[in-house]
C-alpha cells in the first residue's frame, strides 16, 4: 500500500464510531483476532484486493444452520465492518439445490494486505496466474489453540463412534498438508497427520488418543454451537464475544502503531 492509497484510507476513518475509528486506525488486529483470522483463513475465510495498491477485504460465509457461529465472528470483527451480515440464496451447480448462506464482509483493511500476501500466492498451473490459497511456510510460528479450533470449527468434525477428528483441508497441495499437521504436532504437542482422503486430496487426522489433549487446549475458544465437533456440550464452550476477556480483545502488541502516526513518519 502507497502513502496516496493510506492517506485516503485514515482520511475515510473521520466520521467513524469512536469504537471502529480506534481499531481501524491501527497498524495490526489485536493479537486474539489476528489468531482467530488465520483459522478463518485456513478454512473458509476469504480475502480479496480490488487493485495491487489496496487494501483487503475479508469475507466470511457459512450456511444459516451455522449462523449462530457466524453471528459470534461478527462481532468479533464489527469494528472493521461497515455493514451487518446478510443471508443470500446460493444455487449448487452440482446438485441445482438453492441453499441459504450467511454472511459478513469486512471494508478494505490495510492491515490485512499482510494476510493477503501470506495466504494467496500466483499459480504457475492456472491460466493468467490466478491467485490460489497456500498454508504459509512460517505456519509452525503463526499455529495456537485459537487458530485451531476455528479452523475446525470451519472445516473440521469429529468421526463416530471412533472419536477421530477430521480437518477437511482439501484445497491445499499435500505439501502444504503435511507442513500444517507437522505444525500442529510441534507447536501444540498434539499428533496430527496428513491422510489422503479421494483423489488425491489430503486432510488432517487426529487420533481419539490425542482428543483429550486437544479439549484441554481449545475448549475455552470453541463456540457453543459448535460443541460438537469435540463431542462437548454447549455450556462447556463460548457462547457470547461478552464471555472473552477484555484485554484479549484489547491487545495489539508491542509493535503496533496508528496510520497517523505512521503518514508523520513516512518522508523521515
Known amino acids: 500500500m502507497n502513502k496516496t492509497t493510506l492517506l485516503r484510507y485514515v482520511n475515510s476513518l473521520a466520521k467513524l464510531p469512536v469504537h471502529k475509528f480506534d481499531y481501524r486506525i491501527k497498524s495490526k488486529l489485536p493479537i486474539y483476532l489476528n489468531d482467530v483470522l488465520l483459522g478463518l483463513l485456513l478454512s473458509d475465510g476469504y480475502l480479496e484486493k480490488s487493485s495491487p495498491t489496496s487494501g483487503a477485504r475479508l469475507t466470511v460465509s457459512f450456511g444459516s444452520k451455522h449462523s449462530a457461529y457466524l453471528n459470534f465472528l461478527y462481532k468479533l470483527f464489527e469494528p472493521y465492518t461497515n455493514s451487518e451480515p446478510t443471508k443470500i440464496s446460493v444455487l449448487n451447480k452440482k446438485t441445482k439445490v438453492l441453499s441459504e448462506v450467511v454472511r459478513f464482509k469486512t471494508v478494505m483493511l490495510p492491515q490485512l494486505v499482510w494476510y493477503h500476501n501470506l495466504f494467496y500466492s500466483k499459480s504457475s498451473s492456472l491460466a493468467n496466474g490466478k491467485l490460489v490459497k497456500i498454508i504459509p511456510s512460517n505456519i509452525m510460528e503463526l499455529i495456537s489453540p485459537v487458530v485451531l479450533a476455528h479452523l475446525i470449527m470451519g ?10 477428528i477430521r480437518i477437511y483441508t482439501n484445497s491445499f497441495t499435500k505439501s502444504d498438508v503435511e507442513l500444517l499437521a507437522k505444525a500442529i504436532n510441534k507447536k501444540l504437542g498434539i499428533a496430527a497427520k496428513a491422510t489422503l482422503d479421494r483423489n488425491d486430496q489430503y486432510m488432517i487426522t487426529i487420533s481419539k488418543s490425542q482428543l483429550s489433549l486437544v479439549i484441554a487446549q481449545l475448549k475455552t ?35 503496533c502503531i496508528k496510520y497517523d502516526e505512521m503518514l508523520k513518519n513516512w518522508d523521515q
Open 155 to 164: 472445516d473440521g468434525n469429529l468421526k463416530m463412534p471412533d472419536k477421530i
Open 221 to 255: 475458544h470453541m463456540h457453543s454451537s459448535m460443541s460438537y465437533k469435540l463431542g462437548l456440550q454447549p455450556e462447556e464452550c463460548v457462547s457470547d464475544v461478552q464471555e472473552l476477556k477484555f484485554s484479549e480483545l484489547n491487545d495489539f502488541g508491542p509493535d
